[in-house]
Nanobody, 124 residues
Framework: QVQLVESGGGLVQAGGSLRLSCAAS????????MGWFRQAPGKEREFVAA????????NYADSVKGRFTISRDNAKKMVYLEVNNLKPEDTAVYYC?????????????????WGQGTQVTVSS
């Protein structure tokens, strides 16, 4: 099993930046494909970004391409999401998730473990 704890959220002005972190505990972290999702009030959880086990491949939702960057450090069992040029519509709870899939996945039901989320609020 993998336990995930997110941090780094907060209140920022539009155009600002944050670095979200996800700390994993448990064995074989490097054997999991990792992803970030977000959920705004009244909306479904949506895919943001994913990164392969080795960190060599990534995938992004169209709405965040060019603004967000996912990365991982397998030695530290950490996953990061750099969020830049934030917009009010980026306001949501951001979740880190782990999947046993060998391939990059963008559907929430393809992930096996979830953190409890970190709130990001962007003011206009």
């Amino acid at each position: 099993q993998v336990q995930l704890v997110e941090s780094g959220g907060g209140l920022v002005q539009a155009g600002g930046s944050l670095r979200l972190s996800c700390a994993a505990s448990g064995r074989s972290f490097s054997n999991y494909m990792m992803g970030w999702f977000r959920q705004a009030p009244g909306k479904e959880r949506e895919f943001v970004a994913a990164i392969a086990m080795s960190g060599g491949s990534t995938n992004y939702a169209d709405s965040v391409k060019g603004r967000f960057t996912i990365s991982r450090d397998n030695a530290k069992k950490m996953v990061y999401l750099e969020v830049n040029n934030l917009k009010p519509e980026d306001t949501a709870v951001y979740y880190c998730a782990a999947s046993r899939s060998l391939w990059l996945r963008s559907r929430a039901n393809e992930y096996d473990y979830w953190g409890q989320g970190t709130q990001v609020t962007v003011s206009s």
